[in-house]
């Protein structure tokens, strides 16, 4: 995609939606006897969240998975919009629009597999981690440089904070 066609998208984005595992975490998920564990969160994501909250663009996670760990990391972040065991994710999309009164074409989503194919499809700016699935790849309008769980979220933020005129990072710590 052209730069100034995806500088045009991430200008109207008002709502970053992303997936967890595979964006938020490096896709790993540690086990043991009572089931999962631990996931690893990249710190630097988090400060996209904060980042992005600054300049007025909330975010979310849409994940199908379960996970305490995804709700502690989202409470950590204040993120309020929280959508955990969602197994078909373009459905939510309509009901998510419906509530805050957005439009698809405000909503960024970033993917790494089929799963995340159909709601990819549907937002106004499609992005995936740089290790995304081939399927996820081919309808995203922007693949980060970033792999999942080191910074994929981060960099769309910074793209979109960019486009739309925000103060580059000062990347002294985050959450």
């Known amino acids: 995609m052209k730069h100034a066609d995806l500088a045009a ?3 109207r984005i008002k709502l970053v939606l992303t997936d967890c ?10 086990y043991g006897e009572s089931g999962e ?6 710190i630097r994501d988090g400060m996209g969240v904060e980042r992005l909250r600054a300049v ?10 379960r996970s305490p760990s995804v709700s502690k990391r989202a409470e950590k972040l204040k993120i309020t919009e929280l959508h955990l065991g969602i197994k078909d994710k373009a459905p939510l999309l309509g009901e998510i629009l419906a509530r805050t009164g957005l439009t698809a074409e ?11 194919v159909p709601i990819l499809g549907l937002v106004g700016l499609a ?5 995304a699935t ?3 790849r081919d309808v995203a309008d922007y693949r980060c440089q970033a792999h999942g769980g080191h910074g994929a979220f981060r960099e769309l933020a910074e793209l979109i904070i960019s486009c739309q005129g925000g103060a580059p990072a000062a990347d002294r710590g985050s959450e």
Not at 127 to 131: F, L, R, V, Y
């Open 56 to 65: 007025g663009v909330e975010t979310g996670i849409v994940t199908g998975e």
């Open 127 to 131: 992005a995936c981690p740089g290790d």
């Open 134 to 136: 081939v399927f996820a």
């Open 37 to 42: 564990v631990l996931k690893r969160f990249n």
């Open 9 to 11: 998208k991430a200008r």
């Open 21 to 30: 595992d595979g964006v938020l975490t490096d896709g790993g998920v540690y």
């Open 106 to 116: 405000q909503v960024a989503f970033i993917g790494d597999d089929t799963n995340d």
